[in-house]
Nanobody, 124 residues
Framework: QVQLVESGGGLVQAGGSLRLSCAASGRTFSNDAMGWFRQAPGKEREFQAAITWSGGKSYIAASVKGRFAISSDNAKNTVYLQMNSLKPEDTAVYYC?????????????????WGQGTQVTVSS
């Protein structure tokens, strides 16, 4: 079992930055993929980024590449999503998720564990 807790969301003006954290407890393996997704009202859950606990592999969705970055801290069992140059369209609930292996990263159904989500609101 893996428990995930997100934090760091909030209200920010357009152009600002936020760093989201996802603290994991329970079973974690170095090749597990930790992913970030977001879901805006009325829209499907959308993949943002993924990383292995070892930090050896990472992947950022093309739609946010250059603005978002993902990192992991093994000592703290925490994964981060750094979001810069935020836009109003980035407003959503952001979720952390975990899965075994490094395949099908963008498919939410492939993830076995999810956090409760953290709200990010970007004002114009």
């Amino acid at each position: 079992q893996v428990q995930l807790v997100e934090s760091g969301g909030g209200l920010v003006q357009a152009g600002g930055s936020l760093r989201l954290s996802c603290a994991a407890s329970g079973r974690t393996f170095s090749n597990d993929a930790m992913g970030w997704f977001r879901q805006a009202p009325g829209k499907e859950r959308e993949f943002q980024a993924a990383i292995t606990w070892s930090g050896g592999k990472s992947y950022i969705a093309a739609s946010v590449k250059g603005r978002f970055a993902i990192s992991s801290d093994n000592a703290k069992n925490t994964v981060y999503l750094q979001m810069n140059s935020l836009k109003p369209e980035d407003t959503a609930v952001y979720y952390c998720a975990a899965k075994e292996g490094w395949r099908n990263l963008a498919t939410s159904q492939q993830y076995d564990y999810w956090g409760q989500g953290t709200q990010v609101t970007v004002s114009s």
